[in-house]
């Protein structure tokens, strides 16, 4: 496999205008509604497949959030971000595949009454279409890192 077939990336450019900006006013403790505000922005994403079991993903988002007009506040909007950056990696156990074949499908003929055979590209018995979940939250790791200025 060569590492465009293994790489995703896609880019989004938006504008928002919005009739209200729902703010924070600190000395009351409590939001309020203020005037239209304009949002400019860049959004990209990159996916990368480096080995079969284990992805990157890596998400930008550069946005200029300002009021359309509040020249006492330089039209800023107190603190909207401005960078927004996510990433992560991914591994999969090998062991298991990338479909989610239940104990006791091996062949087509052992797929339960009502469900279908799924067939791969290249021939292969992938599993049964059927419906099946697993209850509560898959094992996970999370780090987070926050940087302020």
């Given at each position: 496999?060569?590492?465009?077939?293994?790489?995703?990336?896609?880019?989004?450019?938006?504008?928002?205008?919005?009739?209200?900006?729902?703010?924070?006013?600190?000395?009351?403790?409590?939001?309020?509604?203020?005037?239209?505000?304009?949002?400019?922005g860049l959004e990209a994403q990159f996916r990368l497949?480096?080995?079969?079991?284990l992805l990157a993903d890596l998400d930008?988002?550069?946005?200029?959030?300002?009021?359309?007009?509040?020249?006492?506040?330089?039209?800023?909007?107190?603190?909207?971000?401005?960078?927004?950056?996510?990433?992560?990696?991914?591994?999969?156990?090998?062991?298991?595949?990338?479909?989610?074949?239940?104990?006791?499908?091996?062949?087509?003929?052992?797929?339960?009454?009502?469900?279908?055979?799924?067939?791969?590209?290249?021939?292969?018995?992938?599993?049964?279409?059927?419906?099946?979940?697993?209850?509560?939250?898959?094992?996970?790791?999370?780090?987070?890192?926050?940087?302020?200025?």
């Open positions: 496999m060569i590492a465009w077939n293994r790489l995703q990336l896609s880019t989004a450019f938006f504008w928002l205008d919005l009739d209200s900006e729902v703010v924070w006013v600190g000395d009351e403790c409590t939001t309020e509604a203020s005037g239209q505000t304009r949002r400019l497949e480096i080995v079969p079991w930008a988002t550069w946005v200029r959030a300002e009021f359309v007009n509040n020249p006492g506040n330089a039209n800023a909007i107190a603190l909207a971000p401005e960078l927004l950056l996510s990433g992560g990696l991914t591994a999969r156990d090998p062991r298991t595949g990338l479909s989610r074949r239940l104990v006791g499908e091996d062949v087509p003929a052992d797929c339960p009454t009502g469900t279908r055979a799924v067939i791969e590209p290249d021939g292969t018995f992938a599993g049964c279409e059927d419906l099946h979940f697993t209850p509560g939250w898959p094992i996970y790791f999370q780090v987070l890192a926050t940087v302020k200025f």
